[in-house]
């Protein structure tokens, strides 16, 4: 069965500083991988996904990026955090979500 | 814009009661999901239902689907303290093509389940 993990857990971040999450998966080969990122009391917003390697799509304009060096890894990433950029990260696989990456920016 | 919206926002409810949640949305799907989410956690995948299903059933959980109301229902029987969480409806619209898993949420149910 797939496996998705997602680190860090947590992550304290000061504005302007930059961003690294990583989500790899296992169980699968050629995934479909996608970013979702909810904010306080909210449901998930989509904002990248991936059907392979190097290909990525944005479903809205941010300050974020995502790249997918390898087959299982996605990666969300950003040059200058903004205070807005807080929330919770959730890397997904098809419908399998993995445990989510919790980012505060102060 | 938002495509599924659930209704009630929160829900309180006492042990042994059942729990209906709603959902509605906007556009023609190819699936809608529940998801089960504890505080502070990650999505747990509850039951996916398919455009031509009209309902289904898993454990306690059941779901029915409307595709003529665009509207989809969880009902949970016999509530634990334990289903105390917040749970989310998602769809994937018939324009995203195949399997692509693009889900567009709700805002959630908060279920209180009281001992």
């Known amino acids: 069965s797939q496996t998705i993990h997602q680190w860090p857990a947590t992550l304290v971040q000061p504005v302007g500083s930059p961003l690294s999450l990583e989500c790899t998966v296992e169980?699968?080969?050629?995934?479909?991988l996608y970013w979702y990122r909810q904010a306080a009391g909210r449901g998930l917003q989509l904002l990248f996904y991936?059907?392979?390697?190097?290909?990525i799509s944005s479903e809205v304009p941010q300050n974020l990026s995502a790249s997918r060096p390898q087959d299982r890894q996605f990666i969300l990433s950003s040059k200058k955090l903004l205070l807005s950029d807080s929330g919770f990260y959730l890397c997904a696989w098809n419908e399998f979500f993995g445990p989510g990456t919790r980012l505060t920016v102060l | 814009s938002q495509q599924g919206e659930e209704d009630p926002q929160a829900l309180s409810i006492q042990e042994g009661e059942n729990a209906t949640m709603n959902c509605s949305y906007k556009t023609s799907i190819n699936n809608l999901q529940w998801y089960r989410q504890n505080s502070g956690r990650g999505l747990v995948h509850l039951i996916l239902i398919r455009s031509n299903e009209r309902e289904k059933h898993s454990g306690r959980l059941r779901v029915t689907l409307d595709t003529s109301k665009k509207s989809s229902s969880l009902l949970i029987t016999a509530s634990r303290a334990a289903d105390t969480a917040s749970y989310f409806c998602a769809t994937d619209g018939r324009n995203s093509g195949g399997s692509n898993y693009k889900l567009t949420f709700g805002k959630g149910t908060l279920l209180t389940v009281n001992p």
């Open positions: 991936s059907v392979g390697i190097g290909q």
């Open positions: 169980g699968t080969s050629n995934p479909n």
